[in-house]
């Protein structure tokens, strides 16, 4: 199997058609990558891929070859840094996290090798097939940190934050489940905002600026983040709340 091709998830009804989708994310590809990082595309990769053509397991713990509690979902992870801390630091949960810039997703598959991680699945494709293919109520926590802002008006329909995205992340994210956003664009940061705040299945968690404008103690730093700072640019976190009746709603 080609490490560069994504499988294709089988239709669902009242979805949109895979084959109509706009991309919404860039290039698949950068620079050649080295021996260690084709190996593991090519060995370790199989080994953690979703089967996006079979169904999903329910519990979706049984993803994972021991025990989990919980689930979470990171869409572009780029590296992989924030999803291997995170992987590190909670062992008791699973991480799926999808990415399609395989280099990227090399370098989150060094990190699971280095490290030792079993607890992570990876989707080397559109994030968008993978939430039609999750579960109802099944994942709870999402994370969706600087994703590509196209900050060109005309592409702006491309960006990932927006009604029918969310209408999916409402879909599969349990009532009291966290979505976590942060990007340095501040018209992404106001478009996403809107976009949250107004879709009935989200409520803001804030309280006071220090909310949206520092990252808490379990949120470490991406490679992204530190190169907007480096430019001197703000960077926004944002915390939503999936709402629903367990959540006290």
């Known amino acids: ?42 060995e370790l990769l199989p080994r953690l891929r979703l089967d996006l053509d079979a169904p999903a397991p329910e519990p979706l713990s049984g993803l994972f070859p021991r025990p989990v509690g919980d689930v979470w ?15 590190a630091h909670h062992g008791d949960v699973g991480f ?25 699945r990876v989707h080397d494709g559109d ?26 008006k005309r592409h702006h329909k491309r960006r990932l934050i927006a009604p029918p995205v969310l209408d999916q992340l409402a ?3 349990r009532p009291g489940a966290r979505l976590r956003l942060a990007t340095d664009i501040g018209d992404y940061a106001r478009a996403s905002l809107t976009a949250l705040t107004r879709h009935p299945a989200f409520a803001w968690c804030v309280s006071e600026a220090r909310d949206w404008r520092e990252r808490g103690p379990d949120w470490p730093e991406t490679r992204y983040e ?9 960077c926004y976190y944002f915390t939503f709340r999936r709402c629903g009746p367990q959540a006290g709603e």
């Not at 810039?101 to 699971?112: D, M």
């Open 226 to 234: 530190a190169k907007a700072r480096a430019a001197g640019r703000r």
């Open 96 to 120: 799926i996290g999808c990415e399609p810039f395989i280099n990227g997703v090399a370098r989150l598959l060094g990190e699971v090798e280095a490290q030792g991680l079993d607890n992570v």
């Open 73 to 87: 979902l990171e869409i572009g992870f780029g590296g992989g840094e924030h999803l291997a801390w995170q992987a």
């Open 1 to 42: 199997m080609s490490v560069e091709g994504a499988r294709v998830s089988r239709p669902q009804e009242g979805r949109e058609p895979k084959a109509a989708r706009r991309h919404l994310h860039g290039r698949r590809k950068g620079h050649r990558l080295s021996a260690r990082r084709q190996r593991l595309l090519g």
């Open 171 to 173: 879909r599969v994210m």
């Open 127 to 152: 994030a968008r097939d993978v939430l039609d293919w999750l579960p109802e109520a099944s994942i709870g926590r999402v994370f969706i940190l600087f994703p590509d802002p196209w900050p060109k």
